[in-house]
């Protein structure tokens, strides 16, 4: 009998104890304050993680019975955690050439320099193009991208005004180039007649159908392109090799990982996706990646579309949508309806968040922005531009919504933009009814009150930034506007808008911070009707985010079942005063359940290093930069 029990005794722990075992978490944070973000915004003590997701969220008791002998536990010691951080819109590729690619170098990079501080005159441009062209030898017909830096006032009229593809010819015969002509890149190109005569046997019914080009004296394309012939130049000169800069893009990557920023989602070229998919099957991504697909509009073939699939990718990489890159330009380039104050163009601080400055030439050629939408401008300074036949931005969104696919990360910044964009997808809906529902637009830099209704009843998502422009933007456009016009995130949730938060050129907490105080950087309030709580900014920066990256169901949020990403503060967002949100930081990231990031004060405390975590500071990692020669402006957009 005693033999009997004693068998079954052992038969039961052989049935019982795998699945107990089963059962036991491979991580338990307890001990602190939990920021689920879920539909109630509730606070749990503890969270449990097995097999890269979250298993349990509630009480420290519960969470802890689910800790084995191999569980490793951390005591949170009343820490804040919230969900990993999505960040709507980077331009993170070209952070990491501009940022990091003094270690690859101009050859690998295949991004050659044009250096305007020592540029005065057109004759200076081509001397330059030659001596690289001697120096790197390259084979006839290759394509060479070249890059500018320091763009100023004067550079830019000599780049746009004085400057033609018969110059450029002298120094390049047997090569087609092209050069970025300012910011953003992909507004304006300048190629020789080499290029134009690659471009014209490959695309020319398109050009002459779509444009933009510009036309000399002689009645000929000059070399100006704008979009989206402009366009079409750019893929064309290609990008470096996955195995030369996946190093640089990982570090660009980090940038973020210190920041508490899980998820990150932006337009992407060929090339750039190439290094990222290079980087996921070497299981090296630091954070996720959600991407939208700029070359299904930069190479003209509806054949592409029908194959593509939004969502397909891992859990790592993902394409989040087909994007037509930009609509409108940024700064001067701000597509606008509302008329700009003359007098206040040449304040510098009007410049300073606008481009306004009276002397640049683009608002004399330009005086309603960049409105690449506006088929009735022909583009060009003084006339140049040849007529446009067809709107290829409205042909191409009408064969996305027949393809069945999703068009975001795409930046729009004016309100003329918006309107034009809006005006287009209600076309599209009526004869597709729902087909543009979850589509997204990045930025909200200007966005009239009139089409934020407009826009929910499409079902349009946005990507916001925290930018206010302020006294600047107060300047220029007024009063009134700037009270409503930028980033009305509020009255977009209001409406049933889904929002996520972007901020290229802030920290994430301020980003955050800003969505909640509305201040600018003198402390005055813009916009208060606009200021978020502190429960709904966190929301926005992270489940918002992870709708408007298609993985909502996976990601921003604590909740069982989900990806496990979170951040550990160093100091309690919801109690901190508001001014110092934007000194918070992250302790600890983790992506998956693994502990990708450390602060090093995290380290000491709890003498805990994990093999394969980043160990730094977010200042740290900004230290280890080595600029690329071309810097920021010359990197490819």
Request: charged share 25%; with cysteine.
């Amino acid at each position: 009998m005693k033999r009997s029990l004693l068998w079954f005794a052992i038969i039961l722990a052989f049935l019982i104890l795998p699945q107990a075992m089963a059962q036991n978490a491979d991580v338990v944070l307890y001990n602190g304050k939990i920021l689920t973000v879920d539909k109630d915004f509730s606070t749990a003590e503890a969270v449990a993680i097995k097999d890269g997701k979250f298993l349990a969220v509630g009480k420290n008791d519960e969470i802890l019975r689910l800790a084995g002998p191999n569980t490793q536990k951390l005591d949170l010691k009343g820490k804040t955690v919230t969900p990993g951080q999505v960040h709507t819109h980077t331009h993170v590729h070209t952070a990491a050439e501009a940022n990091y690619g003094g270690e690859v170098g101009i050859a690998k990079m295949k991004l050659y320099p044009i250096n305007f501080r020592i540029v005065k005159t057109k004759d200076d441009v081509v001397q330059q193009i030659k001596n690289t062209m001697d120096a790197f030898k390259f084979p006839p017909n290759e394509w060479i991208y070249f890059s500018v830096t320091d763009l100023s006032v004067e550079a830019t009229r000599l780049l746009w005004e004085g400057i033609n593809r018969y110059d450029l010819d002298k120094a390049t015969p047997n090569n087609p180039i092209v050069i970025s002509l300012g910011v953003p890149s992909n507004s304006g190109y300048l190629t020789n007649s080499k290029g134009l005569e690659v471009l014209w046997a490959k695309y020319g019914d398109f050009i002459e159908k779509y444009g933009r080009y510009w036309l000399g004296p002689d009645g000929k394309p000059d070399g100006h392109l704008e979009p989206p012939a402009g366009r079409l130049a750019y893929p064309l000169a290609g990008g470096p090799k996955p195995e030369d800069v996946a190093e640089i893009y990982k570090k660009a990557l980090e940038e973020h990982l210190s920041e508490g920023v899980t998820t990150l989602s932006t337009r992407l070229p060929d090339y750039a996706i190439e290094v990222y998919k290079h980087l996921d099957r070497k299981g090296e991504l630091p954070v996720r990646f959600g991407y939208g697909i700029q070359d299904a509009f930069d190479t003209p073939d509806s054949s592409r579309l029908k194959k593509l699939k939004i969502g397909e990718g891992s859990d790592m990489l993902w394409v989040t949508s087909v994007s037509a890159g930009m609509v409108d330009g940024a700064g001067f380039g701000f597509c606008t309806d509302l008329k700009r104050n003359d007098k206040s163009v040449s304040d510098p601080n009007a410049f300073g968040v606008l481009g306004m400055d009276a002397s640049n030439p683009m608002a004399e050629w330009y005086p309603r922005g960049w409105c690449h939408l506006d088929v009735e401008f022909r583009g060009g300074p003084k006339g140049k531009g040849a007529p446009i036949k067809g709107n290829y931005f409205s042909d191409w969104y009408g064969m996305v919504a027949e393809n069945g696919l999703r068009s975001a990360n795409t930046h729009v910044s004016g309100d003329a933009s918006h309107r034009m964009m809006l005006t287009m997808y209600e076309k599209i809906d009526a004869v597709k009814p729902g087909a543009v529902k979850g589509w997204g637009m990045d930025h909200c830099s200007m966005i009239n009150p009139r089409d934020i209704p407009r826009a929910a009843r499409l079902g349009i998502q946005f990507s916001c930034g925290p930018g206010w422009g302020g006294d600047a933007f107060a300047k220029v456009f007024g009063e009134e506007a700037a009270n409503n016009y930028p980033s009305p995130v509020k009255s977009l949730l209001n409406a049933g808008i889904n929002v996520g938060l972007e901020g290229e050129f802030s920290y994430r907490w301020a980003s955050i911070e800003s969505l909640i105080t509305r201040k600018d950087r003198n402390g005055k309030v813009w916009g208060a009707h606009e200021r978020l709580d502190r429960a709904t900014a966190l929301r926005v920066s992270t489940q918002g985010g992870a709708n408007y990256v298609i993985r909502g169901d996976k990601i921003g949020s604590i909740e069982k079942g989900k990806l496990a990403d979170l951040v550990i503060l160093n100091k309690d967002y919801m109690t901190v005063p508001e001014e110092q949100i934007s000194d918070l930081y992250s302790l600890v990231t983790m992506v998956g359940g693994k502990f990708k990031y450390v602060h090093p004060e995290f380290a000491n405390e709890y003498n805990f290093r994990p093999s394969g975590s980043l160990i730094m500071t977010h200042e740290e990692t900004k230290k280890r930069q080595k600029k690329f020669e071309t810097g920021a402006l010359g990197a490819r957009s």
